[in-house]
T-cell receptor, first 113, second 111 residues
Framework: DVKVTQSSRYLVKRTGEKVFLECVQD?????MFWYRQDPGLGLRLIYF???????EKGDIPEGYSVSREKKERFSLILESASTNQTSMYLC????????????FGQGTRLTVV | GQNIDQPTEMTATEGAIVQINCTYQ??????LFWYQQHAGEAPTFLSY????GLEEKGRFSSFLSRSKGYSYLLLKELQMKDSASYLC????????????FGAGTRLFVKA
């Protein structure tokens, strides 16, 4: 079974802190994604990556950055956390070609106070 | 731009059939997915449609009409464990093959 593991289930951070959310997948998938999920808004794409050291902006990249130094790991960085970044963050991975389903991690519920 | 609409909530009875609709607008349609998400858990893949028609997989079926920008997920012989959110997602090849999700439909199955 494909496993996508996010480093934390719950995080509480202070406004202005730099926050790292880590995601690791164990099935050699090329594609990795970061979404945030908010009530009534569904999943919104923050960043995605098709290959190592490659990244593309999603629909809401402002206030975030990403890093993909190794194929299995995709990190989401909140440069200076703000209260409006309180959300559920979901990491996903998928195989090439791009029309295959995504496998999601369990999510990280981040609260910024 | 892109837009995906699905009902916010639905209620159905155990053993019945329920149809969850999804309409979408996108400039570069490249496939439609349905995912199931139980409360507090990760979404899991249910179905994928890229051509018009019905795809059947056990108790779940998914239909696509590209000309109408319309899909539905059909759940038969409903069970209590089917109570979950159902997410419609569209892949768009413009801007790098992004997958855009709808807000999801919360389905409540009652005895």
């Amino acid at each position: 079974d494909v496993k996508v593991t996010q480093s934390s289930r719950y995080l509480v951070k202070r406004t202005g802190e730099k926050v790292f959310l880590e995601c690791v997948q164990d099935m050699d998938h090329e594609n990795m994604f970061w979404y945030r999920q908010d009530p009534g808004l569904g999943l919104r794409l923050i960043y995605f990556s098709y290959d190592v050291k490659m990244k593309e902006k999603g629909d809401i990249p402002e206030g975030y950055s990403v890093s993909r130094e190794k194929k299995e790991r995709f990190s989401l960085i909140l440069e200076s956390a703000s209260t409006n970044q309180t959300s559920m963050y979901l990491c996903a991975s998928s195989l090439q070609p791009i029309n295959t389903e995504a496998f999601f991690g369990q999510g990280t519920r981040l609260t910024v106070v | 731009g892109q837009n995906i609409d699905q009902p916010t909530e639905m209620t159905a009875t155990e053993g019945a059939i329920v149809q969850i609709n999804c309409t979408y607008q996108t400039s570069g349609f490249n496939g439609l997915f349905w995912y199931q998400q139980h409360a507090g858990e990760a979404p899991t893949f249910l179905s994928y449609n890229v051509l018009d028609g019905l795809e059947e997989k056990g108790r779940f079926s998914s239909f696509l009409s590209r000309s109408k920008g319309y899909s539905y997920l059909l759940l038969k012989e409903l069970q209590m464990k089917d109570s979950a959110s159902y997410l419609c997602a569209v892949r768009d090849r413009t801007g790098g093959f992004k997958t855009i999700f709808g807000a999801g439909t919360r389905l409540f199955v009652k005895a």
